[in-house]
């Protein structure tokens, strides 16, 4: 049984803007995010945008610099104390009202109705995984719709992290590692999401957008009697790699090399991302 625990806060940020070197997952995000801006007429006329989970607000600049969306308002929950400091600045780089909460987005959350209580546009943007219950989480956030309001889900597809992440927890003492321990849960994936919604909450509207991405793991991959440490696999996994048993290192390993493509003459290890867009 595996006895490596998970992540710190710290870790868990450093390892997630590490993986993102290695990735053009930030590619595929903003491909399905131009589209959904583009449909919903977002770069036409300045809108009010909630962003749940925000992280350093790298991505909500994007939208706005890059993609053209417009903003009259934007509010971000992120409880990560690890990030605030980052989100301030990058929003301050908007030039446009903005406010940040550092609370956690529950039943019990409530806006400043003097403020703003609705909003045009909702952003999940890989959050989801930290929530216990990311269904009523959705449920939640579908109250702060205003009507004609669009979210946005944001979530690995499925496949190569979910199934090495569910293979360790499995494998670990519950009372050490497990999904509830970890800051977020990698074994959500896109599928699930929509298999809920649908589900239990048939009366909401939903579509779905995905794009494969790769990481490049080409030295991990490579070095198969001592595996280089790869960010990617401590994000994807929660853990660190190289502490697990010699056991739990041969199957991770063998399982990342089966879900890797030769692409320019370097090991890509293939996911896929989903974009859900949720409408009342």
């Known amino acids: 049984m595996e006895t490596t625990p ?7 940020a450093r390892t997630f803007r590490l993986s993102l070197d290695v990735s053009d997952e930030y590619e ?7 589209k959904f801006i583009s449909e919903n007429k977002y770069d036409e006329n300045p809108i009010k945008m909630l962003s749940i989970g925000a992280g350093r607000g790298d991505f909500e600049v994007h939208l706005v610099k890059q993609l053209g969306l417009k903003l009259d308002y934007i509010c971000a929950i992120e409880p990560n104390s690890t990030h605030l400091r980052e989100l301030q600045t990058s929003f301050e780089s908007l030039e446009t009202k903005f406010d940040i909460s550092s609370s956690f987005f ?3 959350f409530q806006f ?6 609705k909003f045009d546009f909702i952003l999940f943007a890989h959050s989801l995984y930290g929530f216990d219950d990311p269904h009523g989480a959705v449920l939640h956030a579908t109250k702060f719709q205003n009507p004609g309001g669009k979210m946005l889900i944001i979530n690995q597809g499925g496949g190569a992290t979910a199934e090495i992440f569910t ?12 999904p509830r321990k970890c800051i ?5 994936t896109g599928d699930k999401i929509i298999s809920e919604l649908q589900e239990k909450s048939s009366n909401l509207k939903i579509s779905a957008m995905k ?5 490049d793991v080409d030295d991990f991959v490579r070095r198969t009697d001592n595996p280089k440490r790869n960010y990617k696999i401590d994000f994807s996994l929660q853990a660190e790699y190289d502490k697990l048993s010699e056991e739990a290192r041969k199957h991770i390993y063998d399982m990342v090399v089966n879900k890797c493509d030769l692409v320019q003459g370097r090991y890509k290890w293939r996911h896929w991302c989903a974009g859900i867009v949720v409408s009342s």
């Open 211 to 215: 794009e494969r991405i790769y990481e």
């Open 184 to 188: 977020g849960d990698h074994s959500l």
């Open 106 to 108: 529950n039943e019990e």
């Open 112 to 117: 400043d109705e003097n403020k703003v209580n």
């Open 167 to 178: 293979y360790l927890a499995e494998k670990s003492d519950p009372q050490i590692f497990s």
């Open 6 to 12: 998970p992540l710190s806060e710290e870790e868990y």
């Open 28 to 34: 595929a995000m903003s491909n399905m995010a131009g």
